[in-house]
Nanobody, 122 residues
Framework: QVQLVESGGGLVQPGGSLRLSCAASGSFSGRNAMGWFRQAPGKERELVAT?????????????EYADSVKGRFTISRDNAKKTVYLQINSLKPEDTAVYYC??????????WGQGTQVTVSS
């Protein structure tokens, strides 16, 4: 089993920034894909960003982003800390959602965090 714990959500004004973190524990492999999904009220959960094909020696991997967040969101990973990050810049009201960390083999993987709320409002 893998446990994922997110942190870093909150209320932010439009144009602001947040950094989400997700720490993994348990039977976590440094080669597992990790990513972030989000779900807004009344909408389906959607992929935001993912990082996979990890080189465990330097935590560098292949990244993919939803078109709606390209240029504003950056996913990164520290395998030594078993942690994945999502730097969110230039936040928009439509980014308001619960953000979920995900990990496993493939995207989405089998493991989910409990979610962290991001609210963008003036």
């Amino acid at each position: 089993q893998v446990q994922l714990v997110e942190s870093g959500g909150g209320l932010v004004q439009p144009g602001g920034s947040l950094r989400l973190s997700c720490a993994a524990s348990g039977s976590f492999s440094g080669r597992n894909a990790m990513g972030w999904f989000r779900q807004a009220p009344g909408k389906e959960r959607e992929l935001v960003a993912t990082i996979f094909n990890i080189d465990p020696t330097n935590s560098i991997g292949t990244t993919e982003y939803a078109d709606s967040v390209k240029g504003r969101f950056t996913i990164s990973r520290d395998n030594a800390k078993k942690t994945v990050y999502l730097q969110i810049n230039s936040l928009k009201p439509e980014d308001t959602a619960v953000y979920y960390c995900n990990a496993g083999i493939g995207v989405p993987g089998a493991y989910w965090g409990q979610g962290t709320q991001v609210t963008v409002s003036s």
